[in-house]
């Protein structure tokens, strides 16, 4: 167990929706990145969040947008859900940036769009 | 050519037997590298750093190529607990605007 935590575990929403998925990040972690995996594929980096501010963002549109907060838990948004968005929402933690230190994973959000 | 590339495999071995994994990357100046492993539902937990000079940890070799950008990892002695889903990652980004990247994983099997 690594002390990361996610919620949901799993959720249902349909095409037009939108989500949020929430992480609580490792004890003394500040940095905090989410992932979309696809099945069979690896994590593709959505974005990363340094004390409360966005540093780097992977390929994805800006419909999805992200917080993290004073104690460094993290929320992942997602606007008008496409059914492509379908995935394991995975995020990570990590005591600096992610680039520099190791991730801790949690365990993700399972999201099927229909 | 995608960011990051490796082998999907699979690659089934014997126990005991010496395997590598090998994973290109598109950016020369990328900085740091990493390999994760991932079990089968799972969540991806870091299995070793890689450094320019190259980095061993019990059975696992990690090797960083800069000139032809590539990292590989090799595993001696393989077990039954080796059988997981290696993922190579690389760090795109600079200080001020991260961007880790993931190859799509090679998936291994040892067989007993």
């Known amino acids: 167990e690594t002390g990361v935590t996610q919620s949901p575990t799993h959720l249902i929403k349909t095409r037009g929706q939108q989500v949020t998925l929430r992480c609580s990040s490792q004890?003394?972690?500040?940095?905090v990145s989410w992932y979309q995996q696809a099945l069979g594929q690896g994590p593709q980096f959505i974005f990363q969040y340094y004390r409360e501010e966005e540093n780097g963002r992977g390929n994805f549109p800006p419909r999805f947008s992200g917080l993290q907060f004073p104690n460094y838990s993290s929320e992942l948004n997602v606007n008008a859900l496409e059914l492509d968005d379908s995935a394991l929402y995975l995020c990570?933690?990590?005591?600096?940036?992610?680039?520099?230190?190791?991730?801790?994973f949690g365990p993700g959000t399972r999201l099927t769009v229909t | 050519r995608k960011e990051v590339e490796q082998d999907p495999g699979p690659f089934n071995v014997p126990e005991g037997a010496t395997v590598a994994f090998n994973c290109t990357y598109s950016n020369s100046a990328s900085q740091s590298f990493f390999w994760y492993r991932q079990d089968c539902r799972k969540e991806p937990k870091l299995l070793m750093s890689v450094y320019s000079s190259g980095n061993e940890d019990g059975r696992f070799t990690a090797q960083l190529n800069r000139a032809s950008q590539y990292i590989s990892l090799l595993i001696r002695d393989s077990k039954l607990s080796d059988s997981a889903t290696y993922l190579c990652?690389?760090?795109?980004?600079?200080?001020?605007?991260?961007?880790?990247?993931f190859g799509q994983g090679t998936r291994l099997t040892i067989n007993p």
């Open positions: 990652v690389v760090n795109f980004g600079a200080q001020g605007a991260q961007k880790l990247v």
């Open positions: 990570a933690s990590s005591q600096g940036l992610a680039g520099s230190y190791e991730q801790y």
């Open positions: 004890s003394g972690h500040n940095t």
